[in-house]
Nanobody, 125 residues
Framework: QVQLVESGGGSVQAGGSLRLSCAAA??????LGWFRQPPGKEREGVAA???????RYADSVKSRFTISQDNAKNTLSLQMNSLKPEDTAMYYC?????????????????????WGQGTQVTVSS
């Protein structure tokens, strides 16, 4: 079965950077994504990448975050630069069912079947 394990979270000062990684074992699906959930709020899509390399980003992180995957190592990464206090959240990686979803759906949590345990990111001002 698919197993997703996030790492790389931590505490950082505003303006700093972090790189999150997700080890994806047993994954042969179509799309991978990063989601985040601040305390008391709904989980939201941050960045996603389709099997053909097409990416989508939430407006709030465009130009600051970059999603990438290393197929040889079966890992998904999220490079986060210029971090802001509002980026503070639990971050999750997710894998969709093996299906060629329309690119418009890549940031919707409903298409993702498998989820990691999450890694905390805290940005102080």
């Amino acid at each position: 079965q698919v197993q997703l394990v996030e790492s790389g979270g931590g505490s950082v000062q505003a303006g700093g950077s972090l790189r999150l990684s997700c080890a994806a074992a047993g994954y042969t699906g179509s799309s991978l994504g990063w989601f985040r959930q601040p305390p008391g709020k709904e989980r939201e899509g941050v960045a996603a990448i389709a099997s053909d390399g097409v990416t989508r980003y939430a407006d709030s992180v465009k130009s600051r975050f970059t999603i990438s995957q290393d197929n040889a190592k079966n890992t998904l990464s999220l490079q986060m630069n210029s971090l802001k206090p509002e980026d503070t959240a639990m971050y999750y990686c997710a894998a969709a069912d093996p299906r060629q979803w329309d690119y418009r759906f890549l940031l919707l949590r409903g298409i993702y079947k498998y989820w990691g345990q999450g890694t905390q990111v805290t940005v102080s001002s």
